[in-house]
């Protein structure tokens, strides 16, 4: 228990950001919060980490923050000041503060901007452990510093008693483990920062984690680490993989702009970065809504019900919305209609095919349905990959109005990807003639429940709804040998 004895660098600690209000101002209220909501699932607070945007606040507003972090922890948990500052001057300043006011140790990141020496970067480490009794933890970030803290340099400064342990952001598992080997017989511990390894960093033995992400899903990051001390290596890699979308969103923009969308989602009024970082030029809106997604598939956000709209069970019927009514389909037609279901539950599709010549009634749907989008059922074209459609040309249609990005990316997302290759694959096959491709087109209806969460589902079953579905649209005789 934090306060009971001497500072151990063990568990799980969330990098908390730093809550601004719309002024820019520090939120105090909703940074006790952001404390409260994650309290009994860690075993400390990291303030005014590369999280919390410490680069963007003066001496005194960091101060502040982590005043507040140890009254309101009371003790109760360990507080890890961040005082890291490009200057030795600015850190020994912080450092003494932490002191004064109670953290329990401090978080001191390697100098940036000016790169000091090797022996600078001793230098500077040995001054700030000479200017305080505090426990000192080292942090290497070279996305953000620019270079690495050497591995020598490291297991130089073990030697002193206050210098604790290392966090390492860097994601370079050969470093973390060197370093652990070289510091292993000392008063001196790793953590990893870098979300996406967690669980091999803690089997090579760092002893916990210091995480962003920990104030998102920290119940997961305690399981994690509680697998890995029982031994249960797979169970944790297993609860790694659940969130391992999400931790690669918050290593890859940065931590404290996605993060903190996740937490305003999430209901916690943490504000949004300061400037000049701001979340539109960092964080696209389809980014957004995967994090939101990824939140609903993990169970930290309740999936809002849509209405799973049937489509009619005429199958000639589906395309009426669209201009081409049932007579288009009859006898004689050169247009064909074929359908097929695949999956399961929430994740069932149901694709339905039109398929027709260029010069056809359906070749003049198709260009309507290209030119003039109707909001909410925009046709997108089917590709392998951006900039690849795929021939014969195929038209996406949705078969129930999108009313937000999230069901967007559920219906676009599997369904351009995954009707390409379904039709890539039947040329391939001999299923569909190869003669066609310069002469047909198609408009393809993606039947699905919007509620639905697991893409890589909705792809398979896409594409196995979409071969069948072509597959039906050829009798043998017409298929290429």
Known sequence: MAGSGRFKLEGVFPALVTPFKKDESFNEEAFV???DTVFEHVDGF???????????????????????????????????AGCGAASTRHVVELVKHAEDVGADACLVVAPYFLH??????????????????????????????????????VEDLAEFDNIVGLKDSSGDLSYIIEVVEKTRDKNFNVVVGYDEVVVPALVAG????????????????RKVFDAVKTGEVSKAMELQMSVQKLSRIFCRYGGAVPVKAALRKLGLDV???RKPLREGGVLLPEDREEIFLELEKIGKLRVEEAEHIELPGVVEERFADLGLDRSVFGPGSDIVVSHANAGEGVESVEITVAFGPKNSRLGEVFAEQFTYPKKGFEALP?????????????????????ENLRQANIVYGPAQSSVAKAIVDSLASGAMPKSVMETHLMLVRVSLNPN????????????????????KLFPGEMRDA
């Not at 999280?51 to 001496?59: D, I, K």
């Not at 089917?382 to 996406?396: C, G, H, K, T, Y």
């Open 33 to 35: 919060l952001l404390i």
């Open 46 to 80: 990291v303030p005014c980490g590369t999280t919390g945007e410490f680069e963007y606040m003066s001496l005194e507003e960091r101060k502040r923050v982590v005043e507040v972090a140890v009254d309101h922890v009371n003790g109760k948990k360990w507080v890890v």
């Open 116 to 153: 000091p020496s090797d022996k600078g970067l001793f230098e500077h480490y040995y001054r700030v452990s000479q200017a305080t009794d505090l426990p000192l933890v080292l942090y290497n970030i070279p996305q953000t510093v620019g270079a690495t803290i050497p591995r020598r340099v």
């Open 206 to 221: 760092c002893t916990g984690m210091i995480l962003a992400s920990a104030q998102v899903y920290p119940e997961v990051w």
């Open 271 to 273: 504000g949004r970065t």
């Open 382 to 402: 089917a590709m392998l990959e951006p900039n690849l459609s795929v021939r014969p040309p195929a038209l996406i249609v949705p078969t129930y109005k999108l």
């Open 452 to 471: 639905c969460l697991d893409r890589a589902v909705l792809h398979r079953n896409i594409y196995e709804a979409a071969s069948k579905a072509l597959r």
